[in-house]
C-alpha cells in the first residue's frame, strides 16, 4: 500500500511539474497590460502567414519540403518559408496589439454597423472551416475577432490616425496630388457588330451597318477634339443616331495597369491627352466592337466637398453634365470621386498609406511592454499546416 501510494504521490508531483515548465497557460499568447490575445489568435495569424509563404513556392522540387524551401519577403530579405511564417505570425499579432491599445488610448467604440455585417461573412465561413480550425486549436470566438472584430478596429484606427485628429493627418492636397499622380478618368460607350439572324444564329451586321459605325464613330470623335463639343453632346447624338433610350456609358477612374478594363481600352486612354476622344475596333465579323474612348479631364472628376452631416452611406460617386436630362434622354455622366466622403476617401487613403500605417503600428507595438507566451510559440509551428493545402 505504501508503495502505491508512494507512485501516486510521485506521478502527481511529475504531472505538477510538467504543468509548470511544460505545459504552461495556454490561455493566451501575447498580452500587454490590459490587452491579452488568445492563443487561437496567434494560430490564426500564423496559418496566415504560412498561406501566405506558400504561395510563393513556384518549384516542384521545393513544394516537396515546403518549409525548408525560400521565398523573399516584403522587404527582399530570402527566407524559408518555416521562418518566414513565424516572423509574420509575430509581426501580425504584435499589430494586433498596437491597434487594441490605440483603440482604447483614442477612446473609440466599435462601429457596430461595420461589426455586425462582417461578422455576418464570418459565421458564413466559419461553417465551412470549422473542422479544420478546431484541429488546429482557433475557436470561433478567436476566428470571429481576427476576421472580424479585428478588422473593423483596425479601420476606424487607422481613420484616426490619418484623419483631422490624427498625428499622421493626411492633407486634401497630398490626396489629390496622389489621384491626379495615379489615376486616368474615363468614360466610353460601345457598338456590337453582331446581330440574330432567323435561325438563332449570331452573325455580323451588313457592310452598310459596319460603314455606318466607321462614320458615325468618326464623327464623334471629331465633335470633341475639332469641335469642342462635350462627352454629354456625342452620346446623345449616338443614342439618336442608333435609337437608344438609356445612357450606354462605362466610367470611372483607373490605374492604367489595374486590368480592370480591356487592354485595347486601357492602351488608347494612354494615349489620349485629357479632354480628348478616340475610337477603336476589336474582333472580326460578328465579333467585332467599336469603342469610342473619352479621357475627362482628372480636375473634371474629382470633389473635394466635406460631407454632409447626414450623409452616413455616401456612394462617393454622382453623374454629371446631366442637368438637361430628361426620362426620354440619356444622361451621359462621367463619375465624380468625392475624395473626402465614404468609400472613396477611406480606398484612397488606405491606398496611399496602408504599408506606412502597418510598419507604425509594428514599430508601436515594438515600443510597448509585450509578453510572449513561449509555451504557445514552443507547441505552435508551421509544420503543423504542411499537409493542409493539396
Known amino acids: 500500500m505504501k508503495n502505491i501510494k508512494r507512485a501516486a504521490a510521485a506521478a502527481l508531483a511529475a504531472l505538477m511539474l510538467a504543468a509548470g515548465s511544460g505545459c504552461g497557460d495556454q490561455s493566451w499568447s501575447y498580452r500587454s497590460g490590459d490587452v491579452s490575445l488568445t492563443a487561437g489568435t496567434y494560430i490564426y495569424n500564423l496559418l496566415t502567414s504560412y498561406?501566405?509563404?506558400?504561395?510563393?513556392?513556384?518549384?516542384?522540387?521545393?513544394?516537396?519540403?515546403?518549409?525548408?524551401?525560400?521565398?523573399?519577403?516584403?522587404?527582399?530579405?530570402?527566407?524559408?518559408?518555416?521562418?518566414?511564417?513565424?516572423?509574420?505570425?509575430?509581426?501580425?499579432?504584435?499589430?494586433?496589439?498596437?491597434?487594441?491599445?490605440?483603440?482604447?488610448?483614442?477612446?473609440?467604440?466599435?462601429?457596430?454597423?461595420?461589426?455586425?455585417?462582417?461578422?455576418?461573412?464570418?459565421?458564413?465561413?466559419?461553417?465551412?472551416?470549422?473542422?479544420?480550425?478546431?484541429?488546429?486549436?482557433?475557436?470561433?470566438d478567436s476566428f470571429n475577432y481576427c476576421y472580424a472584430e479585428y478588422g473593423v478596429k483596425h479601420g476606424q484606427v487607422f481613420e484616426y490616425l490619418y484623419g483631422k485628429n490624427g498625428e499622421k493627418y493626411t492633407t486634401d492636397e497630398e490626396m489629390i496630388k496622389y489621384f491626379n499622380d495615379n489615376y486616368t478618368g474615363y468614360a466610353y460607350f460601345a457598338l456590337s457588330m453582331a446581330e440574330t439572324d432567323e435561325e438563332g444564329n449570331s452573325v455580323a451586321k451588313s457592310e452598310e451597318e459596319f460603314k455606318?459605325?466607321?462614320?458615325?464613330?468618326?464623327?464623334?470623335?471629331?465633335?470633341?477634339?475639332?469641335?469642342?463639343?462635350?462627352?454629354?453632346?456625342?452620346?446623345?447624338?449616338?443614342?439618336?443616331d442608333y435609337e437608344l433610350t438609356t445612357d450606354p456609358t462605362s466610367s470611372g477612374a483607373v490605374k492604367l495597369d489595374d486590368n480592370r478594363l480591356t487592354p485595347e481600352i486601357s492602351e488608347a486612354l494612354a494615349k489620349l491627352d485629357e479632354g480628348k476622344a478616340t475610337f477603336i475596333k476589336t474582333g472580326e465579323d460578328a465579333t467585332t466592337m467599336y469603342y469610342f474612348v473619352y479621357r475627362p479631364t482628372n480636375e473634371s472628376i474629382i470633389d473635394f466637398k466635406e460631407p454632409a452631416e447626414d450623409d452616413t452611406d455616401s456612394t462617393a460617386s454622382v453623374q454629371i453634365n446631366d442637368t438637361a436630362a430628361t426620362a426620354d434622354t440619356p444622361t451621359a455622366g462621367t463619375y465624380i470621386y468625392d475624395l473626402k466622403s465614404g468609400y472613396t476617401h477611406y480606398s484612397l487613403l488606405n491606398e496611399m498609406k496602408k504599408d506606412e500605417y502597418e510598419d507604425y503600428l509594428l514599430e508601436y507595438a515594438k515600443g510597448l511592454s509585450v509578453e510572449k507566451n513561449d509555451t504557445i510559440l514552443k507547441k505552435f509551428k508551421p509544420n503543423m499546416f504542411k499537409k493542409d493545402k493539396s
Not at 527582399?76 to 504584435?94: F, I, R, W
Open 51 to 140: 498561406y501566405e509563404a506558400e504561395d510563393k513556392v513556384e518549384s516542384a522540387d521545393e513544394v516537396k519540403k515546403i518549409l525548408e524551401a525560400e521565398v523573399e519577403d516584403s522587404d527582399g530579405n530570402k527566407k524559408t518559408v518555416e521562418q518566414y511564417s513565424l516572423d509574420g505570425a509575430d509581426a501580425m499579432t504584435l499589430r494586433m496589439i498596437a491597434v487594441e491599445k490605440l483603440f482604447k488610448d483614442y477612446g473609440l467604440e466599435l462601429a457596430e454597423s461595420d461589426y455586425k455585417t462582417v461578422m455576418t461573412y464570418s459565421d458564413q465561413m466559419w461553417g465551412n472551416i470549422k473542422d479544420r480550425f478546431t484541429g488546429y486549436g482557433i475557436s470561433q
Open 212 to 240: 455606318k459605325a466607321d462614320s458615325s464613330f468618326a464623327e464623334y470623335v471629331d465633335m470633341i477634339n475639332k469641335d469642342g463639343k462635350t462627352y454629354k453632346d456625342t452620346v446623345l447624338q449616338y443614342t439618336k
